[in-house]
């Protein structure tokens, strides 16, 4: 069955659109917006967003395959994405990132077979002040310990919201 967007999401895309002087101004945000409806961003999304805003499908997918932090139909439930940048290369985030992926049993842009986790390596999230560090889905987790990543993975596997975190 084809995707369709919300005519809400349709309006709100083409509303932002106006406040900039090209439509690809709005484009990233649109892509977000879309991929926050129906749950991740591929050719047929970015072909959506190309006709709310007027754009070739060409140039969205360009945008889209260039940012590596938009969810693909394959991603599990939550998306872990380590910071591997210095700051947190410093303090300790492959060690870290090392014992997610043997905790989980999952390589780099593996997804677990229960379909609940994707291990991924991040470039710096900005949260440099607080390494290391880990994004899930829009949390951020800092200070990253073993102690923490255990809770935060027992917390989603039991459906709970990880008591430590930040939102973006
Ligand atoms: S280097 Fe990891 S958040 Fe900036």
Same mark, same amino acid.
């Given at each position: 069955?084809?995707?369709? *967007? =919300?005519?809400?999401?349709?309006?709100?895309?083409?509303?932002?659109?106006?406040?900039?002087?090209?439509?690809?101004?709005?484009?990233?945000?649109?892509?977000?917006?879309?991929?926050?409806?129906?749950?991740?961003?591929?050719?047929? #999304?970015?072909?959506? #967003?190309?006709?709310?805003?007027?754009?070739?499908?060409?140039?969205?997918?360009?945008?889209?395959?260039? &940012?590596? +932090?938009?969810? =693909?139909?394959?991603?599990?439930?939550?998306?872990?994405?380590?910071?591997? +940048?210095?700051?947190?290369?410093?303090?300790?985030?492959?060690? *870290?990132?090392? &014992?997610?992926?043997? $905790?989980?049993?999952?390589? $780099?842009?593996? +997804? +677990?077979?229960?379909?609940?986790?994707?291990? $991924?390596?991040?470039?710096?999230?900005?949260?440099?002040?607080?390494?290391?560090?880990?994004?899930?889905?829009?949390? &951020? &987790?800092?200070?990253?310990?073993?102690?923490?990543?255990?809770?935060?993975?027992?917390?989603?596997?039991?459906?709970? #919201?990880?008591?430590?975190?930040?939102? #973006?």
């Amino acid at each position: 069955m084809p995707k369709t *967007l =919300k005519p809400e999401t349709v309006d709100a895309i083409k509303t932002l659109a106006k406040r900039f002087p090209q439509p690809a101004g709005a484009l990233l945000t649109s892509l977000r917006m879309a991929e926050r409806e129906i749950g991740f961003v591929d050719a047929e #999304v970015c072909g959506l #967003v190309a006709e709310c805003l007027g754009m070739p499908p060409a140039h969205v997918w360009g945008v889209f395959t260039f &940012y590596t +932090t938009f969810r =693909k139909e394959t991603d599990g439930k939550h998306v872990l994405w380590v910071c591997s +940048t210095l700051p947190c290369a410093l303090r300790g985030s492959e060690r *870290l990132y090392d &014992y997610l992926s043997e $905790k989980l049993g999952i390589k $780099k842009d593996e +997804t +677990t077979k229960d379909g609940l986790f994707t291990l $991924k390596k991040a470039e710096c999230i900005g949260a440099c002040g607080t390494a290391p560090c880990m994004q899930v889905n829009d949390d &951020y &987790y800092e200070n990253l310990t073993p102690e923490i990543i255990d809770q935060v993975i027992d917390d989603l596997r039991a459906n709970q #919201v990880p008591a430590r975190h930040v939102t #973006v």
